[in-house]
C-alpha cells in the first residue's frame, strides 16, 4: 500500500502549524459535480500531535501528550446521480473503492481480527 504525500512536520511555533495545515489544504483535490460545486475528490488525513512538558521542581518534569485526527473523506457518489463521466466517473469509483477499504478495514479493527492493511492502521 502507498500512502502519497505522507509527511511527518516538526511546527515550530502557530505561525508555522498555520503555514502547514495550508500546505495540506491547496492538496485537497475539489471539483464539480451535478450535485456540488466543490466536491472532494481526495481522502484527506492530518494528525496533530501536542506536547508539553512542566517543569514542577528541579527533580520533577511532567510530560504531557495528546492526539487530535482530522479526517476529510471524499464522499461517496452514484453515478446516476452526478451524472458523472469520463475523468469524474473515475474519481467516483476510486472515491467509492477507497471508502469502501475503509469501511472493511474499520470493521476488522472493531472485530480485533488481524489482517494487511497496516499502512492505514498506522494512519489511523
Not at 505522507?6 to 483535490?29: F, G, N, P, Y
Not at 466536491?39 to 501528550?65: G, M, N, P, W, Y
Amino acid at each position: 500500500t502507498v500512502v502519497e504525500k505522507l509527511v511527518e512536520e516538526t511546527a515550530k511555533d502557530d505561525q508555522h502549524l498555520r503555514h502547514l495545515i495550508s500546505i495540506c489544504e491547496a492538496q485537497r483535490q475539489v471539483g464539480e459535480t451535478a450535485l456540488n460545486d466543490n466536491s472532494s475528490r481526495s481522502h484527506q488525513i492530518i494528525r496533530l500531535t501536542i506536547q508539553s512538558t512542566l517543569r514542577e521542581t528541579a527533580d520533577c518534569v511532567k510530560s504531557f501528550v495528546a492526539t487530535l485526527n482530522f479526517v476529510d473523506l471524499a464522499g461517496s457518489e452514484r453515478a446516476a446521480q452526478t451524472h458523472a463521466d469520463g475523468t469524474r466517473l473515475k474519481e467516483g469509483c476510486h472515491i467509492n473503492l477507497s471508502l469502501m477499504t475503509l469501511t472493511t478495514v474499520i470493521r476488522k479493527l472493531r472485530s480485533e481480527l488481524l489482517f494487511d492493511f497496516r499502512k492505514l492502521i498506522e494512519l489511523l
